[in-house]
């Protein structure tokens, strides 16, 4: 695959994005307007450089997979700017003419506000500011089973929660919500996740990456390894869930 250098790319004017997902710019690339996402600061890791590309990597390749699934999703390419490893998405809300000229048909809303306006006032507020993780303990982590597990199937949350017998709201973990619903419309979701789904393709994705591009470290083999075998113990738990 092709890492497309954006340093030469004009700033898309007027056009702004929020969110806490790192830095964002607009900027215009084959005459449309992308959304370019910066990895989060790594400043205060002990060894920075190895986990800039984290959020990026991250982007592109949640996109793709659910791109392999037949689902619809927004177009994204990997590149540098800045010095940085960053993920472009097409912004679909606008239809840039020129640099000074651009129509905007849709709008994109902040889950934020649609929880205030649709949902119960109880549901508590979410926000999620992203990790970083040192290679050193992705090594580590591939050769524990426990951690792996915890990586797989503890660790997620979803943006929605549930009232416990305790009266207090739980982020809810999607591995334990599909094990444990009764609701046949889930189910049957899983199923046809599991049969659009191909480890082959998967994989072939992740490989393509480069490990470096110039002087920055994409994606070694070793976060390789640790993707792949994450998904793997993922789809063997969804598939043992499988009715």
Same mark, same amino acid.
């Given at each position: 695959?092709?890492?497309?250098?954006?340093?030469?790319?004009?700033?898309?004017?007027?056009?702004?994005?929020?969110?806490?997902?790192?830095?964002?710019?607009?900027?215009?690339?084959?005459?449309?307007? @992308?959304?370019?996402?910066?990895?989060?600061?790594?400043?205060?890791?002990?060894?920075?450089?190895?986990?800039?590309?984290?959020?990026?990597?991250?982007?592109?390749?949640?996109?793709? !997979?659910? %791109?392999?699934?037949?689902?619809?999703?927004? *177009?994204?390419?990997?590149?540098?700017?800045?010095?940085?490893?960053?993920?472009? #998405?097409? +912004?679909?809300? @606008?239809?840039?003419?020129?640099?000074?000229?651009?129509?905007?048909?849709?709008?994109?809303?902040?889950?934020?506000?649609?929880?205030?306006?649709?949902?119960?006032?109880?549901?508590?507020?979410?926000?999620?500011?992203?990790?970083?993780?040192?290679? +050193?303990?992705? *090594?580590?982590?591939?050769?524990?089973?426990?951690?792996?597990?915890?990586?797989?199937?503890?660790?997620?949350?979803?943006?929605?929660?549930?009232?416990?017998?305790?009266? %207090?709201?739980?982020?809810?973990?999607?591995?334990?919500?599909?094990?444990?619903?009764? !609701?046949?419309? #889930?189910?049957?979701?899983?199923?046809?996740?599991?049969?659009? !789904?191909?480890?082959?393709?998967?994989?072939?994705?992740?490989?393509?990456?480069?490990?470096?591009?110039?002087?920055?470290?994409?994606?070694?083999?070793?976060?390789?390894?640790?993707? !792949?075998?994450?998904?793997?113990?993922?789809?063997?738990?969804?598939?043992?869930?499988?009715?």
């Amino acid at each position: 695959m092709n890492i497309i250098d954006f340093s030469n790319a004009k700033t898309a004017r007027g056009v702004f994005y929020g969110g806490d997902a790192g830095a964002k710019e607009a900027i215009l690339h084959d005459d449309a307007t @992308w959304m370019i996402k910066y990895p989060k600061t790594t400043r205060d890791l002990i060894n920075p450089q190895i986990s800039y590309t984290t959020s990026p990597l991250s982007e592109y390749l949640g996109s793709k !997979i659910y %791109e392999l699934l037949g689902l619809p999703t927004h *177009e994204v390419l990997l590149g540098t700017r800045k010095g940085k490893i960053v993920v472009a #998405c097409k +912004d679909f809300t @606008w239809l840039t003419i020129n640099e000074r000229t651009s129509h905007k048909p849709y709008e994109l809303i902040h889950f934020h506000y649609l929880k205030n306006t649709f949902m119960s006032s109880d549901l508590e507020s979410y926000s999620g500011t992203g990790s970083e993780t040192l290679l +050193d303990e992705v *090594e580590k982590r591939l050769s524990d089973t426990n951690a792996m597990e915890q990586d797989a199937f503890k660790s997620p949350r979803c943006v929605y929660k549930y009232r416990g017998l305790d009266n %207090e709201s739980h982020s809810i973990n999607p591995f334990e919500f599909i094990e444990n619903t009764k !609701i046949q419309g #889930c189910r049957d979701a899983l199923d046809r996740f599991l049969s659009k !789904i191909n480890m082959g393709d998967v994989r072939s994705l992740i490989d393509e990456i480069p490990e470096h591009y110039e002087v920055l470290s994409i994606m070694p083999h070793t976060q390789k390894r640790f993707y !792949i075998k994450l998904i793997e113990i993922r789809l063997d738990k969804l598939a043992s869930m499988k009715i």
